[in-house]
């Protein structure tokens, strides 16, 4: 029986094909992982706080974000921004939704759109979303008294579930003992 | 002069790679630098996020079951105090412990009366200058308790 030998590498051309198999993986993989082209609407400038616990959203699609900044360092008014329909344009894009601190303002009736439809009213004739969330992305210094009105719109448009983003942070290791 | 042999390892073996090398990896560094990822964040979920007689219109449909009213102050800008009942915490690991004392004794309270623990709703009522972090440290806290039914107060 003859010895089997393997054949030289082509002279000169580096055998590539391990190359492809990894780099197809990693692109499946991003195709599969990555959001392109997707914002959620996010304000990644804002700094918000950090927790241990925390939840995955499933349904992202049902979901508006409100970006929530005092307007000055010791300001208990708020200013929220979110990525909503523009009525003339009908495209989304980030707009700052006037608060009023009552049940008519401009964040109230975006908050109601997204929850009863159309009409604004609860059981009307657009279908209600009752799976509509609402996540308030807050700048981590800003005082509860800034925060608060937006909780009051939220409760003023029905919106029964209320998220907080926060940072991940693992659990700290125990101080070792003196 | 002739090199000899310079040719003779060089055969064809199957198509030429290099271009779809070229394309896979324009493609992966497109993908690289255009995907946005989860990254390092999550969610604290209330189901609750008014209470009665606190945030939101007095018609709001939350239940004031079996309340507890969580008070936190904040004595100086980078701390917080958090008050229940017996329990003072300046942090939230010790809030956590004491919370989940008081649900087990409260617990066992309901379980006599035919109720459930799901029925406890915790009110947590922070002063005006209470930062965001700080309320939603006992927040956490509430929640590792297991509490399931956390929304706020307005602000004191």
């Known amino acids: 029986m003859g010895k089997h030998h393997i054949p030289e590498a082509h002279g000169g051309h580096p055998n590539v094909t391990p190359l492809i198999d990894v780099v197809m993986v990693l692109i499946v993989f991003f195709m599969l992982v990555a959001k392109i082209g997707v914002s959620t609407g996010a304000d990644p400038k804002i700094q918000i706080p950090s927790s241990i616990l925390g939840s995955e959203i499933k349904d992202m699609g049902n979901v508006l974000y409100l970006n929530v900044t005092p307007m000055s360092k010791d300001s208990d008014t708020p200013i929220v921004t979110a990525m909503v329909k523009n009525s003339t344009t009908g495209n989304s894009e980030i707009t700052e939704l006037k608060l009023d601190g009552d049940a008519k303002s401009q964040l109230v009736a975006s908050l109601k759109f997204y929850r009863f439809g159309k009409d604004l009213v609860k059981g009307g004739d657009a279908a209600d979303n009752d799976n509509f969330q609402v996540v308030i992305r807050g700048d981590k210094e800003m005082r509860f008294a800034a925060l608060q009105p937006v909780l009051e719109a939220c409760a003023y448009a029905n919106v029964k579930a209320v998220n907080f983003n926060t940072a991940k942070v693992t659990e700290a290791a125990p101080a070792a003992a003196p | ?156």
Do not use: C, W
Not at chain 2, 59 to 69: F, G
Not at chain 2, 81 to 89: E, S
């Open chain 2, 1 to 156: 002069m002739k090199m000899k042999g310079a040719k003779a390892v060089h055969y064809e073996s199957g198509p030429n790679m290099t271009p779809l090398v070229d394309v896979v990896m324009v493609i992966l560094i497109f993908l690289m630098l255009a995907g946005q990822f989860g990254g390092a964040e999550h969610f604290l979920a209330s189901n609750i996020p008014l209470s009665k007689g606190g945030v939101g219109p007095d018609n709001s449909p939350a239940s004031i079951d079996e309340p507890i009213e969580i008070r936190v102050d904040s004595p100086s800008p980078d701390r917080f105090t958090a008050r229940a009942g017996v329990i003072n915490a300046t942090d939230g690991p010790t809030l956590t412990k004491g919370l989940t004392r008081l649900r087990a004794v409260m617990a066992e309270q309901l379980k006599a009366k035919g109720k459930s623990a799901s029925d406890i709703q915790v009110k947590i009522s922070p002063g005006r200058n209470v930062k965001f972090e700080h309320v939603i440290a006992v927040f956490e806290a509430a929640n590792a308790a297991s509490f399931e039914k956390i929304g706020f107060t307005k602000a004191r």
